[in-house]
């Protein structure tokens, strides 16, 4: 009793020095949640990318991140099913219905749209802090050369490849991440315009997507710029991103 009574001081002092601050940082970690991002990707048939994309994803994903990447494809999967990897067959309507298919079928809090050949830069998951730090919790990546909206609409940046938080697109969005008129081109700019239009600014981040050479469809372009007319004729104080009544 003696011996225990003398040692005591020094447990405490030790106790102090080494076993509580342990605690704490225990309590940190159990208490930080896994930030969880779908990377919803389109791809019109095999790209030669793919494998590149999800190496670099792989390498530049940190700790307390998971990812899942939701393939939307109207051919043939060229990847199998994974812990990381789900593949989507869409009907091949245009890359507007693939990428609404991917945001649909994903559950977690971020959303990135990629393509299967734009190659993440090293920085690609700090978007999610970012993304915290804004009041409307949506942006673009970054990319080379950023373009505008037509100069017959409001000008401002094209978030070509969006990447938002899940509760931004279910409640301002209406559930999708392109206004559903739309086919193949054009839908970005009309999120950028209605975002501009209704107050809410347009703004590109600092992750960096690198481009790779590609071929582009524009079958439905007179299609989609005739919806992009449309819906900003139609625009008003109250208009809903994806439900306006157009021909």
Request: hydrophobic share 40%; with cysteine; aromatic share 12%.
């Amino acid at each position: 009793t003696v011996c225990l009574r003398t040692l005591n001081p020094y447990v405490e002092v030790l106790e102090s020095i080494f076993i509580y601050p342990l605690k704490i940082f225990a309590m940190i970690l159990k208490t930080k949640k896994s930030k969880e991002v779908a990377i919803i990707i389109a791809s019109k048939g095999p790209s030669r990318y793919l494998s590149e994309i999800l190496d670099k994803l792989d390498k530049v994903c940190p700790a307390h991140i998971k990812y899942k990447v939701y393939l939307v494809s109207c051919g043939d999967s060229e990847l199998e099913n994974t812990e990381k990897v789900v593949n989507i067959r869409d009907s091949g309507s245009g890359s507007c219905n693939a990428y609404n298919l991917g945001v649909k079928s994903s559950y977690e809090d971020y959303v990135f749209i990629m393509t299967a050949y734009t190659i993440p830069d090293d920085n690609l998951f700090t978007m999610v802090e970012f993304l915290d730090s804004l009041e409307h919790k949506i942006c673009s990546f970054s990319y080379d050369t950023v373009p505008y909206t037509p100069v017959y609409s409001p000008r401002c940046p094209i978030l070509r490849w969006p990447a938002a938080h899940r509760s931004f697109i279910d409640t301002t969005l209406g559930g999708v991440i392109f206004n559903e008129f739309f086919k193949h081109h054009f839908m970005d700019n009309w999120l950028s315009v209605w975002l501009s239009l209704s107050g809410k600014p347009c703004i590109v981040g600092n992750a960096r997507l690198i481009s790779k050479p590609h071929i582009t469809a524009f079958s439905h372009d007179s299609f989609d710029e005739d919806v992009f007319k449309q819906l900003m004729d139609k625009f008003s104080e109250n208009s809903c991103y994806n439900n306006m009544n157009i021909v």
